[in-house]
Protein backbone atom coordinates (compact mmCIF):
# COMPACT_ATOMS: atom_id res chain seq x y z
CA UNK A 1 0.00 0.00 0.00
CA UNK A 2 1.48 3.20 -1.13
CA UNK A 3 1.60 6.17 1.28
CA UNK A 4 -0.93 7.94 -0.43
CA UNK A 5 -3.20 5.41 -0.01
CA UNK A 6 -2.91 6.01 3.80
CA UNK A 7 -3.23 8.98 3.80
CA UNK A 8 -6.82 8.32 1.73
CA UNK A 9 -7.69 5.91 4.35
CA UNK A 10 -6.61 7.85 7.59
CA UNK A 11 -8.52 11.32 6.14
CA UNK A 12 -11.89 8.55 5.54
CA UNK A 13 -11.27 7.60 9.19
CA UNK A 14 -11.10 11.09 10.78
CA UNK A 15 -14.01 12.14 8.44
CA UNK A 16 -16.36 9.06 9.72
CA UNK A 17 -15.22 9.91 13.36
CA UNK A 18 -16.28 14.03 12.60
CA UNK A 19 -19.81 12.36 11.20
CA UNK A 20 -19.55 10.37 14.46
CA UNK A 21 -18.91 12.85 17.04
CA UNK A 22 -21.41 15.37 15.16
CA UNK A 23 -24.37 12.88 15.40
CA UNK A 24 -23.59 13.16 18.55
CA UNK A 25 -24.37 16.72 19.58
CA UNK A 26 -26.92 17.08 17.76
CA UNK A 27 -28.37 14.28 19.35
CA UNK A 28 -27.34 16.30 23.08
CA UNK A 29 -28.23 19.13 22.41
CA UNK A 30 -32.05 17.98 21.30
CA UNK A 31 -32.23 15.88 24.25
CA UNK A 32 -31.35 18.65 26.67
CA UNK A 33 -31.56 22.14 27.76
CA UNK A 34 -28.79 24.47 26.32
CA UNK A 35 -27.97 26.30 29.11
CA UNK A 36 -29.63 24.42 32.69
CA UNK A 37 -29.41 26.01 35.80
CA UNK A 38 -31.51 25.64 39.08
CA UNK A 39 -32.52 28.96 39.82
CA UNK A 40 -35.65 30.15 39.48
CA UNK A 41 -35.99 34.04 38.71
CA UNK A 42 -38.36 36.04 41.10
CA UNK A 43 -37.98 39.99 39.82
CA UNK A 44 -37.98 41.67 36.52
CA UNK A 45 -35.50 43.92 35.47
CA UNK A 46 -37.97 46.33 35.07
CA UNK A 47 -39.43 46.38 39.10
CA UNK A 48 -35.95 46.33 40.48
CA UNK A 49 -35.31 49.66 38.33
CA UNK A 50 -38.58 51.02 39.82
CA UNK A 51 -37.05 49.63 43.43
CA UNK A 52 -33.51 51.23 43.06
CA UNK A 53 -33.42 53.24 40.33
Known amino acids: MSEEQKKVIEVEDE ?4 AERRAKVLKWRE ?15 SEVRAAYG
Open 15 to 18: NHII
Open 31 to 45: STTAYPNDFKRTDRF
